[in-house]
């Protein structure tokens, strides 16, 4: 209790001589009391003495979409009060070149862009391909003068036409003049037809999966310092080993030479996943004038600048029998990339890994193409590929659904792989380790009331209410730590005052690591949790390490602790014994307390304290490093209760009750925190937020009045389910939870918009709903019976 | 031009450029930094801080605007031996902040909320959170947050 001193804890209460561990209990968060009074050090925050004086960096970027970069006149802006460097690419002359074509495999883990005749310049050299593309960079005295020298940046750009959208397969105008085409990528398997033979009923639809923007509240940001050869850079990152990689490739240098500092981080979603180039620039800079230097990038800025998320056309085809068995799916996939092919084919690559589902569909198909278009380029957003796949399969189903007549629930039911079929190999060559798929939906289907909706709905039909009512169900199952084989690092020092601190490799941004972390030192080694401190993202302290993504912390960063705690423990136990000159075997720990003694013997009790301190002055350290055999397969079922307003086209979102199941869960606080942040992102896909461009590539939701990120009043309080299915990958039993509430949420909202009107003959209705969309759709249906 | 705000109790004068925005006047010659700035437009709510006690956008308004005012931030709401203002407290104990970035902010709208509305509903509190984003708890906790920390409030009232 009062794990943290504030009382506020709800860790239960020790009860004598029993052992209940914290794990598994609702600790409140060490992180939060600096958060709520001082606020967190965000990188714009950090005061060092190496960063006084420092020089603001402002972007000049691309106005238009896509042109030859001709003269860039830079005297009235180095003239203009405050400034005192005007950078382009001309001046990168003293950089290694750029990498060759890695040949496409791309990962979530390193972002670095294709190279070879796709590689993207850190400043625009002789093109600009995306409005909001980096061309030079004014460095000032304060950031107001910034703004006004870099509008004296004059750029000549002479336009090319345009390249968007699935067009960009067969235009004319080639992005990358050295390459053939536009498709960056090719993968899959040719559409084979026989699959569907056997079917007595095929569906085919395309629909959009829509370009969406992270919109982490604290944008990009880095500062940077160079003295006597070494290379200083705190930056807003997810992952602060990866960035030093990353920057050690763009910049030459050895990593040895730099070290990145990760600062309180303002939310990732996965646009934070290593560094873009905008920060490569910042670090240059700082090397280049000497001067130390700062960027915290605009919204506006953030909005292009940053790289979006999903942005795939899917054309889904499903086939099956008419009482409810699906025999066949198949999905071809459009992957709009952006400007650069960042991620080259891994994020249509893990679409079609998990195009399944949770399904025992025999035979499964899928293809996919990655286009260059002129664009922001898209990277990971919160799910990566996962909830593209679950977004294209969960409308597959529902389409069958409709065309058989049969309920959705129902036809999910017939098609879930049961309980035994663990571990279970799909077609696409996934290893779904554990699960139990019908439960998670009987879970939701109960706790929702199932029965009792489709009454309401009825009722609603046969009154022809003008406000209808849809239930929208999305079951799904999905993959974490894809990665699984890089692991992550830990290493845990008892100090001689009975202390202890846990440097971790995994890196936080609003997860809770430092509480999770704790629990675990504390639940191994009984050293309470507010003596344990938790270091991450710097590394000079931390060299190796990985980083957050993938929802992979927990069950790799997380458990390398775990590990490195046992093998304190075992330290321990030899010391301990040494000091009580008793044998090593009649040690025993108690967990409650943090005392060794021997066993039944509370005589010879002796702290931690006692103990590390005998071990020598440095205390006791170990260090782990833990890679998991295999990723994870996290599953659940979303069901979205909606109104439509069939006269405006209003969609409310009224209920939202989920069974997602991550194995054993640390902390349900977090947990519950993790899903609840999810599925907001899920339903904001579903109804409201979409990045849009016009016919010439001008985006038109470049600030945060245009594009409607999601508020709490278009959001219903959440009813989650508890469902908890241990996996046997890892000790701790757990499967990543970050990304699945986004990954269920999306498609059932979407199909329960589709479900309250789906008595007018509406089949299908593209994210967002929005009511312009809902409407038309309603109209369409009318007028074509 | 010259001026003098009071912020967190304190005076502080100050000589700035005219178009200094009140936000930057705060973080930069205040020197707090629990205030953000998360988006140029109004619209994100990061920057709320009180001003003579009610609770305004502070990206929004010229430091000039504020002077011989009262601003409160993040870092004035707790007691003097640095207990949490209750909503501060109820935010901890809900879950309400995940990244912290929105939450000073967060926290001084919702502090101006209660002082309006002492006793809201649910509904009440998601329309009066419209003009701050959060982007990590879907506000599902941020909403309990507020209600417990309205009822805290009450029971207080009522004790006292």
Redesign the interface.
């Known amino acids: 209790m009062g794990a943290n001193g504030s009382g506020a804890s709800c860790a239960p209460s020790r009860a004598k001589g029993v052992n209940v561990s914290i794990l598994g209990t609702r600790v409140v968060r060490t992180e939060d009391p600096a958060l709520l009074t001082v606020g967190g050090t965000y990188v714009d925050d950090v005061q060092v003495p190496e960063l006084i004086g420092a020089a603001r960096v402002t972007f000049v970027r691309s106005p238009v979409a896509h042109a030859i970069l001709g003269d860039i006149d830079v005297s009235a802006a180095l003239a203009a009060p405050g400034a005192i460097a005007v950078l382009t690419a001309r001046e990168m002359d003293d950089l290694p070149p750029p990498p060759p074509d890695d040949g496409g495999g791309g990962s979530e883990g390193a972002p670095v862009p294709m190279g070879g005749p796709w590689s993207e310049p850190l400043l625009a050299a002789d093109r600009v391909r995306y409005v909001g593309e980096p061309v030079a960079i004014v460095l000032t005295e304060d950031s107001y003068q910034g703004v006004d020298a870099a509008e004296q940046v004059i750029v000549d750009y002479q336009p090319l036409p345009t390249v968007l959208g699935p067009g960009a397969v067969d235009a004319e105008t080639l992005l990358f003049p050295r390459t053939s085409s536009n498709v960056a990528v090719t993968a899959g398997a040719p559409a084979d037809g026989s699959a569907f033979d056997g079917c007595d009923v095929v569906v085919r639809r395309t629909i959009e999966n829509q370009r969406l923007a992270p919109v982490p509240m604290e944008g990009r940001a880095v500062a940077a310092y160079w003295a006597d050869g070494k290379l200083t850079v705190w930056v807003s990152t997810q992952n602060a080993q990866i960035s030093r990689f990353i920057l050690a490739g763009a910049l030459g240098l050895d990593p040895a030479a730099i070290r990145v500092i990760t600062p309180d981080v303002g939310g990732g979603f996965g646009a934070k996943v290593g560094l873009d180039r905008d920060a490569i620039v910042v670090a240059w800079a700082a090397r280049r004038t000497g001067r130390p230097v700062r960027w915290a990038e605009t919204r506006s800025e953030n909005l292009v600048g940053m790289t979006h998320g999903r942005a795939q056309q899917q054309e889904i085809t499903i086939g099956g029998t008419r009482d409810g068995r699906v025999l066949a799916y198949r999905v071809d996939i459009v992957q709009d990339t952006g400007a650069y092919p960042r991620m080259s084919g891994f994020l249509p690559g893990l679409t079609s890994l998990m195009a399944v589902g949770p399904y025992a569909i025999p035979q499964v198909q899928t293809a996919f193409r990655v286009l260059v278009t002129n664009t922001t380029p898209i990277s990971a957003y919160r799910g990566a590929g996962r909830p593209e796949a679950t977004a294209a399969i969960e409308r597959a189903m529902d389409l069958f659904a409709a065309e058989i007549g049969m309920d959705p629930a129902e036809v999910r039911r017939r098609n879930l792989l049961p309980p035994d079929a663990f571990p279970h190999t799909t077609p696409g060559g996934a290893v779904y380790d554990s699960g139990d798929y019908a439960a998670a939906l009987d879970k939701v289907l109960a706790a929702a009331g199932y029965g009792g909706l489709r009454d309401e709905q009825a009722r609603r039909r046969r009154r022809g209410d003008p406000v209808q009512l849809g239930i929208g169900l999305a079951s799904y199952v999905e993959i974490t730590a894809a990665d699984a084989a890089a692991g992550e690092t830990a290493r845990l020092v008892v100090h001689a005052d009975g202390t202890a601190t846990a440097y971790t490799g995994s890196s936080a941004h609003g997860q809770g690591h430092h509480t999770a972390w704790a629990m675990l030192v504390q639940a191994e080694l009984g050293i309470p949790m507010d003596q344990v401190t938790v270091v991450h993202g710097d590394t000079d302290i931390i060299p190796e390490g990985v980083g957050t993504y993938a929802s992979r912390s927990l069950q790799l960063g997380g458990v390398a602790v775990h590990k490195a705690a046992l093998s304190v423990k075992e330290q321990a136990r030899q010391v301990a014994a040494d000091l009580i000159e008793a044998s090593e075997a009649d040690m025993e720990l108690d967990t409650d307390t943090g005392a060794w003694q021997v066993r039944g013997d509370p005589a010879t009790s002796r702290t931690w304290a006692d103990v590390a301190s005998h071990a020598g002055p440095e205390g006791l350290v170990a260090a782990a490093q833990y890679a998991e055999g295999q990723p994870t397969f996290p599953f659940g079922t979303h069901l979205a209760v909606v109104e439509v307003d069939t006269e405006t086209g209003k969609v409310q979102h009224l209920r939202h009750v989920t069974a997602d199941d991550a194995g054993s869960v640390l902390n349900p606080l977090l947990a519950e925190g993790q899903r609840h942040g999810g599925i907001a992102q899920g339903v904001a896909q579903a109804l409201v937020e979409e990045f849009v461009y016009d016919a010439d590539g001008n985006p038109l939701t470049s600030t945060l009045t245009d594009y409607a990120a999601i508020t709490a009043a278009e959001l219903p309080s959440f009813e989650l389910v508890t469902s908890e299915t241990p996996t046997d990958v890892n000790p701790l039993g757990a499967k990543g939870i970050g990304e699945a509430g986004t990954i269920g949420a999306v498609p059932a909202v979407q199909n329960a918009v589709i479900d309250a009107l789906s008595h007018l003959g509406v089949r299908h209705i593209n994210m967002p709903a929005t009511p312009a969309r809902v409407w038309a759709a309603i109209s369409e249906a009318r007028d074509s019976r | 031009v010259k001026l003098t705000v009071t912020v967190n109790g304190s005076p502080v004068p100050a000589d700035v450029?005219d178009?200094?925005l009140l936000v930057h006047f705060i973080r930069e010659v205040a020197g707090l930094?629990?205030?953000?700035?998360?988006?140029?437009?109004s619209?994100?709510g990061?920057c709320t801080v009180l001003l003579d006690g009610q609770s305004v956008k502070s990206c929004t308004l010229l430091a000039a605007q504020a002077d011989g005012r009262e601003v409160v931030t993040?870092?004035g709401?707790?007691g003097p031996q640095?207990e949490?203002h209750p909503v501060?407290?109820a935010?901890?104990?809900e879950?309400g902040?995940?990244?912290?970035?929105?939450?000073?902010g967060m926290?001084m709208a919702a502090v101006s909320l209660l002082a309006e509305n002492p006793s809201p509903t649910?509904e009440e509190?998601?329309?009066g959170?419209?003009g701050?984003?959060?982007?990590?708890?879907?506000?599902?906790?941020?909403?309990?947050a507020i209600l417990a920390a309205s009822k805290e409030t009450a029971s207080k009232e009522q004790a006292g």
């Open positions: 450029a178009r200094t930094t629990a205030t953000n700035v998360g988006c140029d437009t619209s994100c990061a993040a870092e709401l707790a640095g949490l501060q407290a935010f901890r104990a879950h902040l995940q990244c912290g970035f929105c939450t000073p926290v649910e509190v998601r329309v959170l419209e701050n984003l959060c982007r990590c708890t879907g506000y599902h906790n941020i909403v309990r």
